[in-house]
Structures are given as structure tokens and as C-alpha cells.
């Protein structure tokens, strides 16, 4: 069996036995296998909600494109990804989330009740106390 050290060096030793423990669950959802990453000891009630997270990826991907100049503006993104405008308008305001809240939902500690639909359709204030305020009157 063949170990890297960290000089970088391989090194070939006998009999050695290499185990990887990752902790994650595979759940059925709607006919396909997801990959759940499985609740800590310190963090069981941690739920992501994909969705969410995948639309903030590419929210914030898609604003750092525009900030670095590689793109001209949200029609570009469309045309490029092959959505309509409005699609990528809705999602390119959710870099406007606090980062509290960014934090929350990377965490898997968003309001249950909160998903991507709803953030779609409401206007976020810029003002991170008012998100807040909002976001507090959800479910948790």
C-alpha cells in the first residue's frame, strides 16, 4: 500500500489498511438516492434544504462574475445559462441576505417553513435589521 507524507514523498508500506469514515445518510427522495451529510453529535438538528442552497451558490457566483467585470449584466447570465431574465434577477437578490442569515441557511438552521419560492417572490430589504425581523416571524 502506498501513504503520502507530508514531505509529499510516497512511502510503500506492508499490510497497512486505509479506512474512510464519512458520515452521511442516503435517503430516497421522489424515486432518486440524495445524499444526506449525516447530524453531528453537537448539531442534530441541522437541515439543509438544497434548493435554497443551490440558488445561493450560483446568486453569489453569478454576483462576483458581474462584480469582476466578466459579464455585463443579468441578460448576459440568462443568455449564457439558458434562463429566462426574471430567473436570475429573483436569485442574483439574495446576495442581499444578511449574512447572519446566509450563515443560518449554510448551517441548516433556516426557518422550516422558509424556502425558495418564498424568497423569489419578496422583496428583501437591504436593511439587515428588517430581514431580521422578517425571518423571526417564521417557524423555526
Known amino acids: 500500500m502506498t501513504r503520502i507524507i507530508q514531505t509529499g514523498e ?6 497497512a489498511k486505509l479506512t474512510t469514515l464519512i ?23 441541522a437541515e439543509h434544504h438544497t434548493p435554497i442552497l443551490k440558488a445561493l451558490s450560483r446568486a453569489f457566483h453569478w454576483q462576483r462574475l458581474l462584480d469582476e467585470g466578466i459579464v455585463k449584466s443579468g441578460s448576459d447570465i440568462a ?3 439558458g434562463l429566462n431574465q426574471s430567473t436570475v434577477n429573483e436569485l442574483l437578490r439574495l446576495t442581499l441576505l444578511s449574512p447572519a442569515n446566509v450563515l443560518a441557511i449554510l448551517a441548516g438552521h433556516q426557518p422550516k ?3 425558495l419560492v418564498w424568497l423569489k417572490n419578496h422583496d428583501l430589504s437591504s436593511d439587515w435589521e428588517a430581514q431580521r425581523e ?3 416571524e417564521f417557524d423555526r
Open 10 to 15: 510516497a512511502v510503500l508500506q506492508q499490510g
Open 23 to 45: 458520515p452521511v445518510h442516503i435517503r430516497r427522495s421522489g424515486g432518486r438516492k440524495v445524499v444526506v451529510p449525516a447530524a453531528t453529535s453537537s448539531d442534530p438538528a
Open 79 to 81: 443568455r449564457q445559462e
Open 113 to 115: 417553513t422558509l424556502n
Open 134 to 136: 422578517v425571518f423571526g
